[in-house]
């Protein structure tokens, strides 16, 4: 057996991915592949309506929004929500905790005046309370990133904005794994590989009135208004994803919806930070403790001049054990963690199991 702790692409529910297979010649009954259905027909057309219908029953998405289903990745959406929505104003905020939101905001530096809400960092360790944040009440919006991949920070709060200022927000890596009031967001965007299917899928959520007010020169490609016109069918969309993405949302609704998706964040994430936390400083994770993430868990191990040959063995332990990609990303080094929806409960036992058998071997 292996467990895919991986940051994405990521570990998939496995009766999901039995259901693909067994589809994978003939899909819904139609005598083809979906990698061979057109997208313009009505099969396809159920599979991505279904799909579409079944996130908006997920998140009760309220009628005034917009669900869109894009190519390009969150990175592509650091473009697009710029080349629509700041030509509002000319200037955007944005909140900058963790690497991605920093490289979204030197995205948006291309396509207007970003102001960065908070003091740089020299650690992305934290989320600093709303109240020391410098907002521009003329912005066209407010960014920030719900849940930090790379440094394992997630927000505990919703920023509440004032003067009708949309809220902007990447939620790729923790997207349904817990309840949401999408009526707080102007803009909620997420790339599939974290939680919800294969690469190449982002899902856009979007207030009807901010449709419209794209820049003259955007890309028909990250066009929100061409996007919603043509039902997400612009051009050839990721057919194969979408059809996995809208499996894994029915998945989700059959285990206990989104509430169900929070409990078992609560108790996975917790398995893992409680050993962090008894080992008395053998592991060691750096993040605030209200804000650490339930998705990803960044950890060190063993002290300074030892933590290199300790991660090593502990990563070598832990393939020899079927638990891979538990290497921290390379900007940051460590051991890393991620316990999407699709990991179980079981699953990450086995690998707090490991953590403690190897505190009490090399703890010296």
């Known amino acids: 057996m292996v467990i895919n702790f991986g940051a994405g692409p990521a570990k998939l529910p496995e009766e999901v991915l039995k259901s693909v297979q067994e589809s994978l010649l003939n899909c819904n009954g139609s005598g083809v592949s979906i990698m061979e259905m057109s997208h313009r027909s009505q099969n396809y057309a159920k599979i991505q ?3 579409i219908n079944d996130l908006r029953e997920l998140l009760n998405v309220p009628d005034n929004y917009k669900i869109l289903l894009m190519q390009g990745g969150g990175t592509g959406q650091f473009a697009a929500v710029c080349l629509n929505l700041m030509g509002r104003t000319g200037t955007a905020d944005y909140v900058v905790t963790g690497a991605w939101s920093a490289k979204a905001a030197k995205e948006a530096a291309q396509y207007g005046k970003v102001n960065l809400v908070l003091p740089k960092m020299s650690n992305y360790t934290s989320v600093p309370r709303q109240s020391s944040w410098t907002l521009d009440p003329n912005a066209s919006f407010v960014y920030y990133c719900d849940n930090e991949t790379v440094h394992g920070v997630e927000f505990d709060f919703v920023p509440e904005i ?8 990447d939620m790729s890596s923790n997207f349904l794994s817990r309840p949401i009031d999408v009526n707080k967001f102007g803009v909620i965007f997420a790339g599939a590989q974290k939680n919800i299917g294969p690469a190449g899928t982002t899902v856009v ?3 009807e009135d901010l449709i419209g007010h794209h820049m003259p020169n955007t ?5 929100f208004s061409l996007m919603d016109k043509e039902k997400s069918l612009l051009n050839t969309p990721p057919t194969f994803g979408i059809y996995v993405m809208g499996l894994v949302f029915q998945w989700v609704k059959r285990n206990g919806g ?3 998706m929070a409990t078992n964040a609560e108790i996975k994430s917790k398995l893992i930070y409680d050993v962090i936390d008894k080992s008395n400083g053998f592991y060691s994770c750096p993040v605030d403790t ?3 993430s339930r998705m990803n868990i960044p950890f060190r191990i063993g002290n300074i001049t030892g933590v290199e040959e300790l ?3 502990f990563l070598s332990q832990a393939e020899d054990e079927g638990m891979i990609q538990l290497k921290g990303h390379r900007s940051v080094g460590g051991i890393r963690a991620s316990l999407y929806n699709a990991m179980t409960v079981a699953e990450t036992k086995l690998l707090a199991n490991l953590m403690l058998n190897f505190y009490e071997n090399n703890n010296k």
Do not use: F, M, Y
């Open 162 to 169: 004032a003067n009708g200022v949309p809220l902007v927000c």
């Open 311 to 313: 991660e090593k063995k």
């Open 258 to 260: 989104l509430a169900g």
């Open 219 to 223: 890309p028909s490609i990250l066009n």
């Open 205 to 207: 959520i979007i207030r």
């Open 49 to 51: 309506d279904a799909a």
């Open 290 to 292: 209200a804000v650490r």
